[in-house]
């Protein structure tokens, strides 16, 4: 295990863990190679015979009896979140050295234990078990293939088709272009026209296999859920409690009103969506407010649902609509929320402020500052940096009531406020990735001219140049262009710090 420890320390503590684990494990690879004197040779099946090697875990167990029960799990599992994330990029990133069948045993096997599973470890096994996933290994390997070789015989078998098909090839109306079958060889249910709409239906609802929550960006899903009528029942029950929630006074009327709210959301099998534009709790008093964020937990510190409906609900309208600082109980209070349902703070917090309509302004600024140091691991808001800047409309979707969708766009807002933000998360040692770094210089060239004579802005790219400088080697003559375009008490200085790249 020692002759490891190197290793996980990179994946502990450096900044670009892939390049520097791959740079050591090649070098060990060769001074394996060189020498037999060691004990254990340092190899790539080693690596994975350590991260899979089992081990046992004690938990405590509610009977009497016995107090510890063992269970078996990986050695990876007893890694921190972010190391095992980490961990999983690099055999992502680096799959060809690796058995990929041994490879997709460990993503299968951590992904069998979603149920704790920290989310972007998930995230990292999903995405290796994809790199080592069966097409795109036949895919190498038929293009591997040497059409000047023998082996030329073998690709045509390749490209050939069945004797049973050739017929079919021959007709002139294919079903489809790569299936030489007609629209005869197939029955009349295949045009139903009721399938074109179940079609659609299935293109733009898609259901979360872990937590049963609708995908964020299905406008036309939403609208349908929304639409539907509630019984008169709930709806008198959702309009008594709106205006228990506008006239809420006191801490301990916000607790019992937090569990009604919670029971005829949860319990009563309505949508929580459309009970919540019901109840308008965005309109309580901030202290009120506060008291009803931490009464409405589900019980589930895992999931994302519940959580992301409370924040969108009750704490993003306030904060959407700052424009002075934000109340010091409700930040609190919001902030400890954050701190146990980081996913949700994510999706219902974080990306919707960000993508405020009218950008962000310096209250909201420090409230996505407080939530990023104080609720996300650095590790962590670097992964949301690069979605943001990076991620397309489906990466980066957000949750919020249909009410206030008019209050957040699609693209950022460059305002000094983001880049105030931009600063502050580099000056939070945030080591942000290559192609987040690559669409930030895009965004500099951009707006340079248009922000020549902001502080602000020449502080960001002087904190950009300065903390990133390893991976802003081939944007020098770009960064240059663009700040000779300002004019501010830093130009000459990041004119120097560029020119020392």
């Known amino acids: ?10 994946f502990m503590n450096s900044p670009t863990p892939e390049i520097e684990a791959s740079l050591w494990l090649q070098q060990c690879f ?3 190679t060189l020498s037999s004197s060691t004990t254990i040779p340092i190899t790539a099946s080693s690596f994975l015979s350590l991260l899979t090697k089992p081990c046992n875990l004690f938990v405590d167990d509610s009977s009497f009896s016995s107090p510890l029960t063992p269970k078996r799990i990986m050695f990876i599992e007893t890694l921190p979140g972010m190391v095992q994330s980490r961990v999983l990029s690099f055999l992502a990133l680096e799959n060809e050295r690796f058995n990929g069948k041994e490879l997709s045993k460990l993503a299968r096997s951590l992904l069998s234990e979603s149920q704790g599973l920290d989310f972007w470890v998930k995230k990292a096994a999903r995405d290796l078990l994809d790199r080592v996933s069966e097409p795109n290994h036949v895919n190498k390997w038929i293009s591997g293939f040497s059409l000047e070789s023998g082996e030329e015989v073998v690709g045509q078998e390749f490209e050939s088709l069945p004797d049973w098909l050739k017929d079919m090839a021959a007709g002139n109306d294919p079903l489809l272009y790569w299936l030489p079958l007609s629209a005869a060889d197939c029955g ?32 036309i899903e939403m609208d349908r859920v929304l639409n539907v009528p509630l019984e008169p029942e709930i709806e008198n029950m959702a309009a008594s409690l709106r205006d228990r929630v506008i006239n809420l006074e006191s801490s301990f009327k916000a607790v019992e009103l937090g569990n009604e709210i919670r029971e005829l959301c949860l319990d009563k099998g309505m949508d929580p969506f459309q009970v919540l534009c019901l109840i308008e709790p965005w309109k309580a008093e901030d202290e009120a407010a506060s008291v009803l964020i931490s009464h409405l937990s589900s019980g589930d510190e895992d999931e994302l649902a519940w959580p992301s409906q409370v924040l969108c609900s009750i704490v993003l309208p306030k904060f959407l609509v700052l424009e002075e600082p934000a109340s010091r109980l409700l930040l609190t209070s919001t902030i400890e929320y954050s701190k146990l349902h980081q996913r949700a703070a994510v999706h219902a917090l974080l990306f919707p402020l960000v993508l405020r309509k009218e950008g962000i302004n310096n209250p909201i600024c420090d409230v996505i500052t407080r939530i990023l140091r104080e609720c996300l691991h650095p590790a962590h808001v670097s992964a949301f940096c690069q979605t943001l800047l990076c991620g397309g409309e489906e990466e980066r979707r957000f949750i919020l009531l249909p009410c206030h969708e008019y209050l957040v766009s699609k693209e950022l807002v460059w305002t000094d406020s983001l880049f105030n933000l931009l600063h502050n998360i580099l000056n939070h040692n945030v080591h942000l990735t290559q192609d987040s770094v690559d669409r930030l210089v895009y965004h500099v060239r951009n707006i340079a001219e248009r922000f020549s004579k902001s502080l602000k802005f020449g502080n960001f790219v002087l904190c950009l140049v300065t903390k990133c400088s390893s991976l802003l080697n081939s944007h020098k003559n770009v960064l240059t262009e663009a ?17 020392s790249l």
């Open 1 to 10: 295990m020692e002759a490891w420890v190197p290793l996980f320390d990179i």
């Open 30 to 32: 060769n001074a394996t």
């Open 188 to 219: 009349p249910r295949f045009y139903d026209d009721s399938l074109e709409n179940d079609e659609i239906l299935f293109s733009q609802v898609e259901e979360n296999g872990e937590n049963g929550l609708k995908e964020v960006g299905d406008e």
């Open 483 to 499: 700040v000779e375009c300002t004019n501010t008490l830093v130009t000459k200085s990041i004119l120097l710090r560029i020119a």
